[in-house]
């Protein structure tokens, strides 16, 4: 072999290495930006993950078998199946959205396009082991090897650009036609500089028209996608959205409507799930904090309750010295702070000095914190997800006793007893397993229905009220009459939420879902 030929060889070796690095990154990026979207559209991330792998494990054993008659022409086969990619795995989370929004048909499209994008994926190993062969003659076990290391290191890339990169600079519509174009980049560069000659010169024509239409499609895409996801949020809202932000965590959406009886009403709700509407949050706030504050109330945590509208019902009271209040997501009590419409609900509560707020995980921060409180609120979004699902757990509840004091009161908002029976018994077990006692509970909420809640502690709590002045919704009779529950929402024995069995899940799915 001469020595230019050597140094081609290799020249071309390394180009192809570095695809199947650059294609394996996309092809995981796709994987990932379903089951993120899967998540935050249909809450439950382990279902949504166990879906889309599975799927896309198995169409890319079926994409493998599927590409032995392309091997004949391995070097264009390779280049359309990387602008096929491109293309549907860069409008792969603009499809999606389009068919939850409007046509309420996520989960078979999802399933479609795993399909779609796993056979494609699967079709790209046996064609690149072709054309590896077509540049240097080696053992196929060696050749197999290199393949796929490049193909695993490639993943690594994808898996964590996904979350840390493309997430946080660009959201998921943006973040997969960026990808969908480096796909595309990084598979036609290959053809056209190292396998020209096999294209002819119909082929070059063919595939560059099509990488034209691909490229419009994916820049188009890249330019109207703003404009496409204000339009499909939209859709799911009853109510003009003011607001809306995808976060590290979640997606906040702010609406400002109006009740059939000329009432402004604002509404806050956290990937999909309504937080509250401003009409009537009193209602759910009032029953949520004051029955927790009867006692001795100068340290004060919050867990959750980013919108600041709880804060605001514990600082009425004139002798609670210090809140803390621990919120994920900095996003969410940054715009509590700062959004004159939410900042107005919660009475400016985040710049009393008194409120020092804490942006971590509650389930950490409670195992590495050592103070004890007076009162603790949980105000936690409702189990339905499996990042919340461990909010109501054994372990959890268990740890926030750790941090009351002997004669302190816990409360936590625990859901709907009529809709969603279960979840909420399930909640009662949970914290008497975790060996809190005291009363269940519940009122009325407009917007929400029949809702609970549980006032807990090591010794069980009287159920009563000592507040600064008169709650516009409860009194000490309204508030005996809430711990009666009708027959059809009476106590049912129920298993217990663990962080290995985390039952309440799939109690919440089933019950919403039903509704």
């Known amino acids: 072999m001469k020595a230019g030929t050597?140094?081609?060889?290799r020249g071309a070796r390394a180009a192809l290495m570095a695809t199947v690095f650059?294609?394996?990154a996309c092809g995981l990026v796709y994987e990932l930006a379903l089951v993120a979207l899967g998540s935050y559209l249909l809450g439950n991330t382990?279902?949504?993950a166990s879906i889309v792998l599975g799927v896309m494990v198995f169409a890319m054993g079926i994409g493998a078998?599927?590409?032995k008659p392309l091997q004949r022409r391995a070097a264009v086969s390779f280049a359309l199946i990387e602008l096929a990619l491109a293309f549907f795995g860069g409008l792969s989370v603009i499809v999606l959205y389009a068919a939850f929004a409007w046509l309420q048909i996520y989960t078979i499209a999802m399933v479609g396009m795993a399909l779609l994008?796993?056979?494609?994926?699967?079709?790209?190993i046996p064609l690149l082991m072709v054309m590896l062969q077509r540049i240097r003659r080696q053992a196929a076990g060696s050749a197999v090897a290199d393949l796929f290391a490049a193909d695993y290191i490639g993943g690594l890339l994808g898996g964590l650009a996904f979350p840390f990169l493309l997430l946080p600079l660009f959201g998921q519509l943006r973040g997969a036609l960026i990808v969908g174009a480096v796909n595309a980049v990084a598979g036609l560069a290959l053809v056209f500089i190292v396998f020209r000659k096999?294209?002819?010169?119909?082929?070059r024509i063919t595939l560059s028209v099509l990488s034209a239409l691909?490229?419009?499609?994916l820049v188009g895409g890249y330019v109207y996608s703003h404009r496409f996801e204000a339009a499909a949020q939209q859709a799911l809202y009853a109510d003009p959205i003011i607001y809306s932000e995808q976060t590290q965590y979640q997606r906040i959406v702010i609406t400002d409507g109006v009740t059939p009886f000329d009432e402004k009403d604002t509404r806050l709700y956290l990937n999909g799930d309504l937080q509250f509407a401003s009409v009537d949050e009193y209602r759910y706030h009032e029953a949520l904090v004051h029955p927790a504050m009867a006692g001795e109330r100068s340290r004060v945590l919050i867990l959750g309750g980013g919108d600041g509208l709880a804060l605001r019902e514990v600082l009425d009271y004139p002798d609670v010295e210090s809140v803390t209040l621990v919120e994920l997501d900095p996003a969410m009590t940054g715009l509590a702070a700062t959004h004159p419409i939410l900042s107005e609900l919660n009475d400016h509560a985040f710049d009393d000095p008194r409120v020092t707020v804490v942006n971590d995980d509650a389930f950490g921060w409670l195992r590495e914190e050592r103070g004890a409180f007076d009162a603790i609120v949980v105000d936690m979004p409702d189990p339905d997800e499996t990042a919340t699902a461990k909010l109501y757990s054994v372990e959890f509840y268990a740890l926030a006793a750790r941090h009351l004091t002997e004669d302190g009161a816990m409360v936590v908002q625990s859901g709907s007893p009529y809709f969603a029976p279960k979840s909420f018994w399930c909640i009662n077990a949970t914290i008497s397993e975790a060996g809190l006692v005291g009363t269940p509970y519940h009122v009325e909420v407009p917007s929400f229905g029949d809702w609970g809640f549980h006032l807990v502690g090591a010794k069980a709590p009287p159920l009563a009220l000592d507040p600064p002045s008169p709650l516009r919704s409860l009194d000490q009779p309204t508030l005996d009459a809430a711990a009666v529950f009708a027959p059809d929402v009476a106590r049912v024995d129920i298993e217990?939420?663990?962080?290995m069995h985390p039952i309440i899940l799939e109690y919440a799915l089933a019950e919403w879902k039903v509704h």
């Open 6 to 9: 050597g140094v081609r060889a």
């Open 65 to 67: 078998l599927a590409a």
């Open 22 to 24: 650059v294609c394996a």
């Open 214 to 217: 691909v490229a419009l499609t």
């Open 496 to 499: 217990v939420s663990t962080l």
């Open 117 to 124: 994008l796993g056979a494609l994926i699967g079709a790209e």
């Open 46 to 48: 382990a279902e949504q």
């Open 198 to 203: 096999d294209l002819g010169k119909r082929g």
